[in-house]
């Protein structure tokens, strides 16, 4: 085997601000540099290094947490959507919401914002709860109406036995349907990226724009990004007769995970950028109450999640099925290195990559409103091209 293959990479910085919008004009070039494809991690120096241990992908990634105005309401049943506004009154405020599948399996999801604001999907990493995005992020500044669906077995969703990252597509179709709308934008972080990819993927006559946040890759396509030991543990948790020992693993994540506090959230992770992402106070609310909620339902969300997206299985597409997508990447994320950004951006037709320097695989949640920015010129070029 010859060397990595190294190619050349422009660092975008959408506007030197973590919390504004981009300047007229969008994203500029600030930077360059190289990056490699290997299974690699981007270090703090600088340069590339491997290999990245297997808790390094898996623990982290994050939502939602609300509070004030978003305190929601006790849970509500639809399928009539406009007779929960109508007794509710909750037109412009967040709802908590049940909607059947074809299947028969229920999806509990949150909807916050106008109700005649574009949609905005957003898919949460893993283990997350489902709680809402933070008031100093909240895409209803933007116009966004937003909808946070929980994965099967999170929250109140219906558990579904060995799910394909396909399916999260179809899950979506099924919330917005029952919502009353057709098109939208998505924006998926971390494990959540996959599903963004698949409604970018299956659902192109209705996703205006997709964005994926330091995201995974699948195995099946991409094995090279892989180490060894991630490799075996996704052939693992591809077989089904290894179910036991799969579920042991992930019952010992819970008391890792429900019990976790705001004042401890920084020493959880190795990053000087997540670690200083923590010294707000919202910011390590919002974190600790996406991980502390993510097993109120059991281990079966975060075990769907790991063995649909992070296993030796099938997405049930192909990511070069993708289309209108932008991929963005911390610089100095340990988690989800540049080189699989990198990856994505060579296997996703026309797709946009955006390496954010100084930012780490959570810090980069505090640019979610750039990149909202972002999704809604672009669902905007798209409505007026017809494409």
């Not at 949460?124 to 946070?148: C, E, H, K, W």
């Amino acid at each position: 085997m010859g060397p990595p293959r190294i190619r050349q990479w422009r660092v975008f910085c959408v506007t030197p601000s973590k919390r504004s919008l981009p300047p007229a004009g969008g994203a500029r070039a600030i930077e360059s540099g190289t990056v490699s494809n290997a299974s690699e991690r981007h270090a703090h120096d600088g340069t590339l290094e491997g290999p990245y241990g297997f808790e390094q992908h898996l623990i982290f990634g994050g939502v939602s947490f609300g509070q004030g105005k978003h305190q929601l309401p006790t849970i509500l049943t639809s399928p009539s959507m406009d007779v929960i506004r109508e007794k509710e009154g909750l037109l412009d405020s967040a709802e908590r919401v049940t909607v059947k599948t074809p299947d028969g399996r229920q999806l509990e999801a949150i909807v916050s914002g106008d109700v005649q604001g574009l949609p905005l999907v957003f898919h949460n990493g893993a283990p997350m709860g489902l709680v809402l995005l933070p008031s100093f992020m909240d895409p209803a500044q933007y116009g966004l109406r937003t909808v946070i669906y929980a994965r099967p077995g999170y929250a109140g969703s219906s558990p579904h036995s060995w799910r394909t990252v396909a399916d999260a597509a179809a899950d979506t179709a099924s919330v917005l349907d029952a919502l009353g709308a057709r098109r939208f934008v998505t924006l998926g972080w971390s494990a959540g990226g996959p599903c963004a990819l698949a409604c970018a993927a299956l659902l192109p006559e209705r996703c205006l724009a997709a964005a994926v946040v330091a995201s995974q890759l699948p195995f099946i396509e991409a094995p090279e990004t892989f180490t060894p030991e991630d490799a075996e543990l996704a052939r693992l948790r591809a077989r089904p007769a290894d179910e036991a020992e799969v579920t042991k693993y992930f019952e010992a994540w819970t008391a890792r995970f429900t019990d976790v506090r705001a004042d401890g959230m920084a020493e959880r992770f190795s990053c000087p950028a997540d670690r200083q992402a923590m010294t707000s106070g919202e910011f390590a609310n919002w974190m600790a109450a996406s991980f502390s909620t993510a097993f109120v339902a059991g281990i079966e969300g975060v075990r769907g999640d790991f063995v649909a997206s992070r296993s030796a299985r099938e997405w049930g597409f192909k990511v070069e099925q993708a289309r209108r997508v932008a991929i963005w990447n911390g610089a100095e994320d340990p988690m989800a290195p540049v080189a699989d950004a990198v990856w994505l951006d060579e296997n996703i037709p026309d797709a946009e990559l955006h390496v954010l320097p100084e930012e780490g695989h959570v810090s980069i949640a505090l640019r979610f409103p750039e990149i909202f920015a972002d999704l809604i010129a672009r669902s905007q070029h798209i409505d007026r091209e017809g494409t």
